[in-house]
Nanobody
Framework: QVQLVESGGGLVQAGGSLRLSCAAS????????MAWYRQAPGKQRELVAS???????NYADSVKGRVTISRDNAKNTVYLQMNSLKPEDTAVYYC???????????????WGQGTQVTVSS
């Protein structure tokens, strides 16, 4: 069993900052790429940022320069530091990880339950 648990969401004023965390636990052999997605009401889920196991990062154009993704491999945790937040950043943010399980050694994509981020104007 593998579980991803997000934390750090909340309500913030425009221009403020939030730091999201996502910790993976369970029967984990290795974690490959990790990523953050978001889904606003009435919209499709979209990629915000991703990071490979060696730290290569990728960002959506809408967040470049305002958001930083990082990870702590020893803690199986990925972070999303969000600065200069805008009302259009309001969404449920989901953590995703590409994980190889210890047993039976299968590889799969896992999702967290989501954390709400609300940015007021």
């Amino acid at each position: 069993q593998v579980q991803l648990v997000e934390s750090g969401g909340g309500l913030v004023q425009a221009g403020g900052s939030l730091r999201l965390s996502c910790a993976a636990s369970g029967s984990i052999r290795s974690i490959n790429a990790m990523a953050w997605y978001r889904q606003a009401p009435g919209k499709q889920r979209e990629l915000v940022a991703s990071i490979t196991s060696v730290g290569n990062t990728n960002y959506a154009d809408s967040v470049k320069g305002r958001v930083t993704i990082s990870r702590d491999n020893a803690k199986n945790t990925v972070y999303l530091q969000m600065n200069s937040l805008k009302p259009e950043d309001t969404a449920v943010y989901y953590c995703n990880a590409d994980i190889t399980r210890s047993w039976p050694g299968t590889r799969g994509s896992y999702w967290g339950q989501g954390t709400q981020v609300t940015v007021s104007s």
